[in-house]
């Protein structure tokens, strides 16, 4: 798989991108995967679902799993950007927590702002129910 339809099977949410990281097929660089799941991979963010699990297996898949994971965490306390960009990032966040990694989950509860409009009260309610935002 070239790097031309590595990019255009992620931004189309297709698992064969995926599979050509597991299987090794495509050794996507560090710089590929990062502008992927800081910034949203797809084609329209409004009618497309949310692609954090995706996201999350992309990451897993890759050898930059703990780089990723470190920076999409960090990447949560902004609040610069498009907004379909940060939609992306807290659902990869989100998916994280669920999937047990404790970095993700304290970065919920350490930037949940309820004078911002519950900023990430969506994502800790889904997480931990209403008992989560008392």
């Not at 999409?72 to 047990?100: P, S």
Request: aromatic share 8%; hydrophobic share 40%.
């Amino acid at each position: 798989m070239t790097r031309a339809e590595f990019l255009s099977a992620v931004a189309k949410g297709q698992g064969r991108a995926i599979v050509a990281l597991q299987s090794g097929e495509y050794p996507p660089s560090l710089h590929d995967l990062r502008r992927l799941i800081l910034r949203w991979p797809g084609f329209d963010a409004q009618c497309e679902e949310s692609r954090g699990w995706y996201s999350v297996e992309l990451i897993r898949a890759s050898e930059f799993e703990a780089e990723l994971t470190g920076l999409v965490i960090r990447h949560l306390a902004r609040t610069k950007g498009a907004w379909r960009d940060r939609r992306h990032q807290k659902a990869i966040v989100l998916q994280l927590a669920m999937r047990g990694e404790s970095a993700a989950r304290d970065a919920l509860y350490a930037n949940f702002d309820p004078s911002d409009d519950f900023r990430l009260g969506y994502e800790i309610v889904v997480l931990d129910g209403l008992e989560g935002l008392g």
